[in-house]
Every structure is written in C-alpha cells, then in structure tokens.
Nanobody, 135 residues
Framework: QVQLVESGGGSVQAGGSLRLSCAAS????????MGWFRQAPGKEREGVAG???????SYTDSVKGRFTISQDNGKNTLYLQMNSLKPEDTAMYYC?????????????????????????????WGQGAQVTVSS
C-alpha cells in the first residue's frame, strides 16, 4: 500500500518561508507525476506545483517565482519550498502521486500545467498539512 505523509506545515507571517515534505513509501513507479495541491476553506482543491519522473516541473501562476517543487529520489521524498508567503497562500496542502499513465494527458500536464489537473487525476494522497500565513 502506497503511503504519502506530509510534514512541515505551520504558521508564519507574510513574507516568511516554509518547506513542506512528503515521504512516499512503496511508490515504485518508474514514470510518474507527483504534485502539491492546496485547499482553502470554501474553495476547491487546486494544483500548485507538479514534478514528473524526469524532474520537469510546473506551477500555477500565483506561486511562480515563490514556490519550488523538488524531489530526493534517494530518500523517496517530495518537497515544496515556499518563500515570500502571502495570506492568500493559507490552506491545507496535500501531496499527491500517480503513475504517469493513469489518466490521459496526465504526463504532459504534470510538467506544463499542474493547475489543469483535477483531483481525479491522482491515485494517492497524503493526509494534508496546514499552512497559515498571517498579515
């Protein structure tokens, strides 16, 4: 059973930084897409950043230049470095992962337009990590 476990959430003032980690266990696909999603109260879950097995990345426009997604394959860990945080970044952040062939267009959108991928495109999800940014 694949497990994704997030850590690193917390509270920070606007302009601050946080790094989220997602430890993946038993996720052994050679071609995959992994990503970070977030969901604020009363809003839909949205794709924030994605990375594929080749290391190609994509970001939603609102976080470009501020967030960086990366992976350490040796540690089976996904990261999201969040800098220059804003109050509108406040949300529950979820780690997601899927084999690249799970859904049509998944592989392409993972590296070009993560925001175009919906909840159903990913098979595995973490439990979420709360990020709160105060003004």
């Amino acid at each position: 059973q694949v497990q994704l476990v997030e850590s690193g959430g917390g509270s920070v003032q606007a302009g601050g930084s946080l790094r989220l980690s997602c430890a993946a266990s038993r996720f052994t696909y050679s071609r995959y897409c992994m990503g970070w999603f977030r969901q604020a109260p009363g809003k839909e879950r949205e794709g924030v950043a994605g990375i594929d097995s080749d290391g190609s990345t994509s970001y939603t426009d609102s976080v470009k230049g501020r967030f960086t997604i990366s992976q350490d394959n040796g540690k089976n860990t996904l990261y999201l470095q969040m800098n220059s945080l804003k109050p509108e970044d406040t949300a529950m952040y979820y780690c997601a992962a899927s084999p690249a062939g799970l859904a049509p267009g998944l592989a392409q959108k993972c590296k070009t337009a993560i925001q175009a991928l919906g909840h159903n495109a990913f098979r595995y999800w973490g439990q979420g990590a709360q990020v709160t940014v105060s003004s």
